[in-house]
Antibody
Framework: QMQLEQSGPEVRKPGTSVKVSCRAFGFNFTRSSIQWVRQHAGQRLEWIGW????????NSAQKFRERLILSTDMSTSTAYMELNSLASDDTAIYYCTSRGPLGRLDPWGQGTLVTVSS | DIQMTQSPSSLSAFVGDRVTITCRTSQTISGYLNWYQQKPGKAPNLLIY???DLQSGVPSRFSGSGSGTAFTLTISSLRPEDVATYYC?????????FGQGTKLEIK
């Protein structure tokens, strides 16, 4: 069964960084593309970016481009999202998900709550 | 960026009702439209991809249609477990934007 398992909740101060992990089970990680999406409380889903695992190519929304690092470790089938220069508006649940044909997103990780507070 | 507009924003219906949610895009996206169901406190779950293809394991009461800039998600006979927020998403061009969501409740 295809599954993504994310790391636990994080609390950070403004100006610092956070790194969220996403481990894949039950599918060929090296042939996948992992996307990251976030959701502020009660708000719509917001696409952050993606990484093509095999090539390492990345793409991200313009608003994140200067402070986002997407990476993978194929030896552990794990993807990482690092977001720098955190601000209070980065407080949200962050999801990883796998991109399939026609751009469908499935499966999804359980989500990681990142709280940015002084 | 492609703008996504869902209607209605919220909806209340009886068990057994036929429910339709609409998603409009600011430019044509061919059939690159996906629908997700999100229950409170849970991650989104893929229902429909490619505008009209039912994801494996999703009940057949869910269906999708449309092309170009106008799409619909239909639940043929509403069940209590369908209470959730539904999102459309375009996978045509980056950034892959989502609609604002439609919150579905039971009367």
């Amino acid at each position: 069964q295809m599954q993504l398992e994310q790391s636990g909740p994080e609390v950070r101060k403004p100006g610092t960084s956070v790194k969220v992990s996403c481990r894949a089970f039950g599918f060929n990680f090296t042939r996948s593309s992992i996307q990251w999406v976030r959701q502020h409380a009660g708000q719509r889903l917001e696409w952050i970016g993606w990484i093509v695992v095999g090539s390492g190519n990345t793409n991200s929304a313009q608003k994140f481009r200067e402070r986002l690092i997407l990476s993978t470790d194929m030896s552990t089938s794990t993807a990482y999202m690092e977001l720098n220069s955190l601000a209070s508006d980065d407080t949200a649940i962050y999801y990883c998900t796998s991109r399939g044909p026609l751009g469908r997103l499935d499966p999804w990780g359980q989500g990681t709550l990142v709280t940015v507070s002084s | 960026d492609i703008q996504m507009t869902q209607s209605p924003s919220s909806l209340s219906a009886f068990v057994g009702d036929r429910v339709t949610i609409t998603c409009r895009t600011s430019q044509t996206i061919s059939g690159y439209l996906n629908w997700y169901q999100q229950k409170p406190g849970k991650a989104p779950n893929l229902l429909i991809y490619g505008a009209s293809d039912l994801q494996s394991g999703v009940p057949s009461r869910f269906s999708g249609s449309g092309s170009g800039t106008a799409f619909t998600l239909t639940i043929s006979s509403l069940r209590p477990e369908d209470v959730a927020t539904y999102y459309c998403q375009q996978s045509y061009s980056s950034p892959y934007t989502f609609g604002q969501g439609t919150k579905l409740e039971i009367k």
